[in-house]
Nanobody, 116 residues
Framework: QVKLVESGGGLVQPGGSLRLSCAASGSISSLNGMGWYRQAPAKQREWVAR???????YYANSAKGRFTISRDNARNTVYLQMNSLKPEDTADYYC??????????WGQGTQVTVSS
């Protein structure tokens, strides 16, 4: 089972940007589904975006137009570029592998705080 490690979270002002990274312990080229969920305090975990092995991308409505998911198979890494961040984007962000939005492996999460 591949191990996932997220990084790149932090504190950013509204309107700012962050790029999250998810490094896998093994090759991701054969992994079809990889993506991101997030969980805000006192809320359920929410799916954010995913990318297939062929590079097709899918986004939650809350992420469309602001977030971009990408993958670098040579680096075994998936990225989430987040622009125009809003306070409501504040959450712990989790990388996953799986099928579609169904996760079979999770990372430990990285915290994102959007605040002035």
């Amino acid at each position: 089972q591949v191990k996932l490690v997220e990084s790149g979270g932090g504190l950013v002002q509204p309107g700012g940007s962050l790029r999250l990274s998810c490094a896998a312990s093994g090759s991701i080229s054969s992994l079809n589904g990889m993506g991101w969920y997030r969980q805000a305090p006192a809320k359920q975990r929410e799916w954010v975006a995913r990318i297939t092995s062929g590079g097709n991308t899918y986004y939650a409505n809350s992420a469309k137009g602001r977030f971009t998911i990408s993958r670098d198979n040579a680096r075994n890494t998936v990225y989430l570029q987040m622009n125009s961040l809003k306070p409501e984007d504040t959450a712990d962000y989790y990388c996953y592998t799986g099928v579609g939005e169904f996760a079979t492996s999770w990372g430990q999460g990285t915290q994102v705080t959007v605040s002035s």
